[in-house]
């Protein structure tokens, strides 16, 4: 781990602005591609994740479509670099620190897949 990354830990890729539930759960799929090209592979993932939904803090008429991430700062800053890069319109989308009890299956997945107590 290069020095200043820390420790991994939950992160959040908030992604605003999607007007509804379908575009929004249509996000996913593109998403998903995008951070595991072959679904197929030998476990563990780089960057275990999941996703969830939100109510969008900056539009009443809006949802949002949250990634959680488990991994150190740099690498979620680069997660939703490559999520920028989806061509996603206007839409905001913002890194902040996740809080590991709401995304406990990624503590979990990172436990297990790395062999860890």
Not at 63 to 79: N, P
Request: aromatic share 4%.
């Amino acid at each position: 781990m290069p020095p200043g990354e820390g420790e991994p830990r939950v992160y959040e890729i908030r992604i605003h602005g999607c007007p509804n539930i379908e575009e929004t759960l249509a996000l996913q799929d593109p998403i998903t591609r995008l951070l595991c090209p072959d679904p197929d592979h030998t476990p563990p993932c780089d960057v275990p994740w999941s996703f969830a939904l939100a109510a969008d803090e900056t539009d009443d008429d809006s949802t949002t479509l949250v990634l959680g991430v488990y991994t150190t700062k740099g690498q979620a800053t680069q997660a939703a670099n490559r999520v920028r890069t989806l061509a996603l319109g206007a839409r905001l989308i913002a890194v902040s620190e996740g809080d590991a009890g709401e995304w406990e299956e990624l503590v979990e997945q990172h436990r297990l897949e790395r062999g860890l107590r």
